[in-house]
Antibody
Framework: EVQLVESGGGLVKPGGSLRLSCAASGLTFSTYSMNWVRQAPGKGLEWVSS????????YYADSVKGRFTISRDNAKNSLYLQMNSLRPEDTAVYYC??????????WGQGTLVTVSS | QSVLTQPPSVSAVPGQKVTISCSGSSSNIGSYYVSWYQQLPGKAPKLLIYDNNKRPSGIPDRFSGSKSGTSGTLDITGLQTGDEADYYCGTWDSSLSAVVFGGGTKVTVL
């Protein structure tokens, strides 16, 4: 059974940093592209970033470009999101999701990031 | 402002059919497969339809998808109270080099 478990969320002040992790099990992690998707309270889904299996293709939403960095460690079956210069509008539940080809087929349960003074 | 446009809400009585539209452009739906996601209250999104009209294992055939030009459609037949959720369409956008979603449609069972 595929499992994706996010961690690392919490309360952080504006301008601060946070590193999210996503631990994968039940899949050959190294063969799949992975994504981060977020959802602000009461709002819709917003894609944040994608990384392919070899970390050779990386994409970011304009809203986080230059502040967030996606990475992965295939040996540890783990996906990461380094978030710097956090803003109140980054407050959201952050989900990691697997994407075989053009679809997000497995999602984690999410981790809440709150940016507030 | 979402790149893909969905109606904010649709509703119907149990047993009826609802249709959710997802309108895009040539750089997204016009060029790539459409996926649909169901998000039950307080839960993570779940893949409902992929490659325009395919269902993952375990998804009942009451859910069906289609695509025509730059629009996708999700149909839910035999509506059940357990179908009350938010539904999102999604695809890749080549102009943005980004995954894009619709704003979501809330399905209410009357």
């Amino acid at each position: 059974e595929v499992q994706l478990v996010e961690s690392g969320g919490g309360l952080v002040k504006p301008g601060g940093s946070l590193r999210l992790s996503c631990a994968a099990s039940g899949l050959t992690f190294s063969t799949y592209s992975m994504n981060w998707v977020r959802q602000a309270p009461g709002k819709g889904l917003e894609w944040v970033s994608s990384i392919n299996s070899a970390s050779s293709s990386i994409y970011y939403a304009d809203s986080v470009k230059g502040r967030f960095t996606i990475s992965r460690d295939n040996a540890k079956n783990s996906l990461y999101l380094q978030m710097n210069s956090l803003r109140p509008e980054d407050t959201a539940v952050y989900y990691c999701a697997r994407s075989p080809t053009g679809r997000l087929d497995y999602w984690g349960q999410g981790t809440l990031v709150t940016v507030s003074s | 402002q979402s790149v893909l446009t969905q109606p904010p809400s649709v509703s119907a009585v149990p047993g009826q059919k609802v249709t959710i539209s997802c309108s895009g452009s040539s750089s997204n739906i016009g060029s790539y497969y459409v996926s649909w996601y169901q998000q039950l209250p307080g839960k993570a999104p779940k893949l409902l339809i992929y490659d325009n009209n395919k269902r993952p294992s375990g998804i009942p055939d009451r859910f069906s998808g289609s695509k025509s030009g730059t629009s996708g459609t999700l149909d839910i037949t035999g509506l059940q109270t357990g179908d009350e959720a938010d539904y999102y369409c999604g695809t890749w956008d080549s102009s943005l080099s980004a995954v894009v979603f619709g704003g979501g449609t809330k399905v209410t069972v009357l």
